[in-house]
């Protein structure tokens, strides 16, 4: 994959004083690491290395830091096209905002205090849209200095809405600044950006609980937290409007409105809110203590579930898992869809007029990683709603079409870089496990009179090998679900081997791509899962694979 200049966008730092704390450090706190991971939320913390999403891509995927004692200057100064354009640049928008960087003038004894205080409650200096049209001119100065068609945004929290207001509104805008004397149209978010990926962004707003506090945010918004709230997102994600116009009720905060193709787009989604600050208390539990799960995603886009916080020692810029999902999703050879289809219209209650919901728990793995890339589940507040498909509901992170997406490297790639033998016959594998639990509500409350908690109605795993074929533009794939593999999984590659002649014949195939460089395939679930009412004899697993870097079929 091209290895564009990637610009890292910060989040909310809140009042003055949180700005001027911010500001000191050089990288906005993406070189941050880790050193605590949590097993399933229970227990004691165990200890787990994280290096931190900057110095990893250094490692793995040789980017440079180029700082030179001021990254913006540095730039400025080089001559054009000679700056390497595998490189990684922080966006400061904060700086201008901060006060350490000038000499305060002198105060009274009342002026000091009074000053504090405003320190705590305001941030002078800083406007969203000012700071999106900050990030188009560094995108148009790395463009020029690197010689690199594009760059690629990776943000975290506000600052993909950064990002998406120079996306939405400060591209499709005219260049009016006349003391530079530029003027005209400027370029479109598509010809400047490759790839966008945010660690929980609000992209829907942040909602709280309690309705007055969601009146004070839109309201008053201290320290310019009103850019937070829903409706006044209209005013900086739409081309000729002013930031607190009255939205139109068409507008939805979560649509891209076509500045980016959505396949470009990946949102990691933090689930546990128990490890993040007081906020928690007044966003409730299904958020990661500040973001709600459902307001943390650009609809039609990837998306991959993770149990951390929103920031802090368990936060998701500072994960093994934010990084796996980022890393893959810039530069993984295949892209891999998995969407459930068929389900049967089954009645609402079970012969009572009690109302029954089907759930699903999720988890996506892939081989060689000490975590999950994904997981939906019920103890983390995001289940999969799978009697929902039946309504036809529009795009949500609940929806089970599609029910999983991930990018897969190429490990005879990966072999070839780091000149290292190529493990397993070159083939990725990935497995997806599904527990479906069936619910029932009396009188509009749950009825445990017949219920075992945390057993499941059906479980099971798919495992999945993809490699490239003899003619590296074809694939060759193989599925097979653990209950039906005799023996340790780890024994078969491809997984196919470990199933009987007829299955085996069934679960594997070998083709090349189409003009699209996509090969799609379907799965049958088990006999098992067949029985639940929910799936029936037609429901079955939809697979796409995509080949990111498909070329001419070779003659």
């Not at 960087?101 to 205090?113: D, G, W």
């Not at 609980?209 to 739409?238: C, H, Q, R």
């Not at 070839?416 to 397993?424: G, L």
């Not at 060759?476 to 024994?491: I, M, N, P, Q």
């Amino acid at each position: 994959m091209q290895h564009y200049p990637i610009i890292y966008i910060r989040g909310y730092a809140g009042a003055t004083a949180g700005v001027d704390a911010q500001v000191d450090d050089p990288f906005y706190g993406f070189n941050e690491g880790a050193t605590h991971i949590r097993v399933n939320g229970d227990g004691d913390p165990r200890f787990y290395q994280f290096e931190g999403p900057m110095l990893r891509l250094l490692i793995d995927e040789d980017y440079q830091l180029l700082v030179r004692g001021d990254q913006s200057a540095y730039l400025q100064r080089a001559q054009d096209g000679t700056v390497a354009s595998n490189s990684i640049w922080v966006y400061r928008f904060y700086d201008r905002a901060a006060t350490t960087f000038a000499t305060l003038p002198r105060q009274n004894i009342l002026r000091k205090i009074l000053s504090t205080i405003r320190r705590q409650v305001t941030v002078d200096g800083f406007d969203i849209e000012d700071a999106a049209l900050g990030l188009y001119d560094l995108i148009a100065l790395v463009r020029l200095k690197t010689n690199a068609e594009k760059v690629i945004l990776v943000a975290h929290s506000m600052g993909g809405l950064v990002a998406r207001c120079m996306m939405q509104k400060i591209c499709r805008e005219r260049e009016t600044r006349k003391h530079t004397g530029r003027t005209g149209p400027r370029i479109e978010a598509r010809n400047l950006v490759d790839k966008f990926f945010t660690y929980g962004t609000p992209h829907g707003g942040i909602v709280f609980d309690a309705g007055p506090i969601n009146w004070f945010e839109e309201a008053v918004g201290p320290a310019g937290s009103d850019v937070f709230a829903p409706a006044k997102m209209y005013g900086y994600l739409t081309p000729g409007v002013k930031f607190g116009a009255k939205p139109k009720k068409s507008f939805d905060p979560k649509d891209l409105a076509d500045s980016l193709d959505t396949d470009n787009v990946f949102c990691l989604i933090g689930t546990n809110a128990k490890d993040y600050g007081i906020a928690r208390s007044i966003v409730g539990p299904r958020s990661d203590g500040l973001v709600r799960i459902d307001n943390a995603y650009i609809r039609k886009a990837h998306r991959a579930f993770v149990y951390r916080s929103h920031s802090g020692r368990y936060g998701e810029v500072n994960s093994e898992e934010g990084y796996q999902s980022l890393r893959r999703f810039l530069f993984g050879r295949w892209g891999i869809r998995i969407g459930l289809e068929g389900l049967p219209r089954v009645p609402v209650d079970n012969g009572t007029g009690d109302r029954v919901a089907w759930q699903a728990d999720m988890r996506l793995t892939i081989r060689g990683l000490p975590v999950m890339l994904t997981e939906q589940r019920a103890d983390h507040y995001c289940p999969i709603q799978l009697d929902q498909e039946m309504t036809k509901l529009q795009d949500s992170p609940d929806h089970p079409v599609p029910l999983v997406g991930t990018f897969l490297m190429d490990p005879v790639a990966l072999a070839r870089e780091n000149d290292t033998q190529v493990a397993h016959g070159g083939l990725a594998r990935y497995s997806l496990t599904l527990r479906v639990a069936k619910l029932v509500e009396k009188d509009h409350l749950f009825d445990f009179r017949n219920h075992l908690e945390q057993v499941f109605d059906w479980a099971d795993t798919l495992i999945v090998d993809v490699k490239s074929d003899a003619t590296g533009n074809g694939l060759a794939a193989y599925a097979a679900w653990s209950s039906e593999v005799g023996g340790e999984l780890d024994r078969f590659d491809p997984i196919a081997r470990g199933l009987d002649n007829a299955a085996r014949r069934d679960r594997q195939a070998s083709t090349l791509l189409d003009g699209a460089g996509t090969w799609k395939f379907t799965i049958p679930l088990p006999d098992k899962g067949r029985q639940l009412p929910i799936f029936g004899e037609t429901a079955h697993l939809v697979v796409d694979v995509t080949d990111r870097e498909f070329g001419p079929i070779p003659v």
